[in-house]
């Protein structure tokens, strides 16, 4: 991959990134929360690989702020283990191993399990149409080929289901969880389990909206299996350096 296109994927989603409260907002929180959702976003459309070097300057001169805030925003997304941050190397994007892709989906089952279940009980009649929408759309983004798009789509769908619910700290959690497993995708996937994913998501939304709390569960547990099932995690004494990069820029393969 040229140098340059990191960066680019960065420009492109901080482009991309609509800014909540106007062109006019100028707090350093509002500033550190732009670089590092663009680079979230990055990161989760596949533009930005595992292991990509982050370099402070240029990040600050792409979103024209200091280099303190690019490194606040690098900072975070570190304590959000998506960036790996080695002194006197800078700043990397994260390159989660075997174990930690295990224990991601081992929170996720468990939260997720918990989390549709109270979704089948108490998410409103309006709640549900949203989120048959948001099924639309991903079928929509899946139909036309859209990467990013589906890519983003496929992995908001877990991460709105829990902002439904109304937990600030389930939603925050899962954001997170989310956004790794992108990584992890990236660097394990092997097969196009986008098609597969979207068909489970509607069979969930179905026992959602049947009031079915046990059906939901159980779709959620297979579903995030079978995604973690389409990793190659069997590679356990190579680990991460096993993942080529022809696999991770495979545009065929999807995660969520
Ligand atoms: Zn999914």
């Given amino acids: 991959m040229p140098a340059t296109a990191p960066l680019r994927a960065i420009r492109a989603a901080a482009s991309a990134a609509s800014p909540r409260r106007g062109r006019s907002e100028s707090s350093t929180d509002d500033a550190t929360r732009r670089i590092a959702d663009a680079i979230v976003a990055a990161i989760v459309e596949r533009r930005l690989m595992p292991g990509t070097k982050l370099a402070e300057q240029k990040i600050a001169d792409i979103f024209r702020v200091s280099r303190t805030l690019v490194r606040q925003a690098l900072n975070q997304l570190s304590r959000d283990q998506l960036v790996t941050l080695e002194r006197g190397r800078g700043a990397r994007v994260a390159r989660p191993s075997v174990d930690e892709a295990r224990q991601v989906f081992e929170v996720r089952r468990v939260l997720e399990a918990a ?9 409103t009649g309006p709640q549900v149409k949203e989120l048959r929408a948001h099924l639309k759309a991903e079928q929509a983004a899946v139909g036309r080929l859209d990467i990013s798009g589906r890519t983003r789509l496929l992995a908001d769908f877990h ?13 925050a959690m899962l954001s997170e969880l989310v956004s790794r497993s992108s990584l992890i995708a990236l660097m394990y996937q092997s097969a196009d389990s986008a098609g597969h994913s979207l068909d489970e998501h ?55």
């Fill in 159 to 171: 991460v709105v289901i829990a902002g439904m619910l109304g937990n600030q700290v389930l939603a």
């Fill in 202 to 256: 509607v069979a969930i939304v179905d026992a959602v909206e049947q009031r079915d709390a046990r059906t939901a569960a159980r779709l959620m547990a297979a579903h995030l299996a079978h995604v973690e099932e389409d990793l190659r995690l069997d590679f356990r004494s190579t680990g991460p350096t096993a993942a080529r990069p022809t696999t991770a820029l495979q545009p065929a393969a999807a995660f969520a």
């Fill in 115 to 123: 989390m549709i279940r109270r979704a089948a009980h108490e998410l």
